[in-house]
């Protein structure tokens, strides 16, 4: 049995949040931000990926926009911003310039980047190696016209039935 086989999928965070000692919940905050030092490198990635395919003929590949919410979208503004009574002075959870930060800017930026690079990553892999796994199904929101494999007649043939006729990579199983 996997550790998480019963929690139906959801991670538990809250139920446990106000028993962990302060200095341990102050820790996982320095952590939380510690990633922002990677975040070029992500990006430099990302694009690196991006030109990759549209160099080797990719096109109507989404671009990292495409991934970041819209700002109209954010219910919170600065005029609005809830924040939380803090416990101690040096809490930033009582400002709102901090909510704002993180939940306009941080957190969206953050998780767009992480979704762009993964769904890049995926186009890759279904271009380089349509092989099935018991994972691949998850690549489907990267499908493509047609893979490395596809496009040459002698090779489709060397094909197991389930890579060639995968519509993740073969976009004849959609007629």
């Known amino acids: 049995m996997k550790a998480c086989d019963s929690c139906n999928g959801r991670a538990?965070?809250?139920?446990?949040?106000?028993?962990?000692?302060?200095?341990?919940?102050a820790i996982g905050m320095v952590l939380v931000y510690l990633p922002i030092v990677t975040l070029p490198f992500v990006f430099?990635?990302?694009?690196?990926?991006?030109?990759?395919?549209?160099?080797?003929?990719?096109?109507?590949?989404?671009?990292?926009?495409d991934f970041l919410p819209e700002r109209a979208s954010h219910r919170y503004?600065?005029?609005?911003?809830?924040?939380?009574?803090?416990?101690f002075m040096a809490s930033l959870s009582q400002y709102r310039l901090f909510w704002i930060l993180n939940c306009t800017w941080y957190c969206p930026v953050s998780v767009a980047l992480m979704e762009w690079?993964?769904?890049?990553?995926?186009l890759v892999e279904n271009w380089w190696c349509p092989f099935t796994h018991e994972k691949k199904e998850g690549y489907s929101?990267?499908?493509i016209d047609k893979s490395f494999w596809?496009?040459?007649p002698e090779d489709i043939v060397k094909l197991?039935?389930?890579?060639?006729?995968?519509?993740?990579w073969n976009d004849e199983q959609d007629k």
């Open 44 to 65: 430099i990635s990302a694009y690196l990926t991006y030109y990759h395919l549209i160099l080797i003929g990719g096109e109507n590949i989404k671009k990292f926009s």
């Open 77 to 87: 503004t600065m005029k609005n911003q809830i924040t939380m009574d803090a416990s």
């Open 117 to 122: 690079h993964a769904y890049l990553v995926k």
């Open 150 to 152: 596809h496009i040459y």
């Open 12 to 25: 538990v965070i809250g139920k446990h949040h106000n028993n962990v000692p302060v200095w341990k919940r």
């Open 141 to 143: 929101n990267a499908k």
């Open 160 to 168: 197991n039935e389930e890579d060639r006729d995968n519509p993740i």
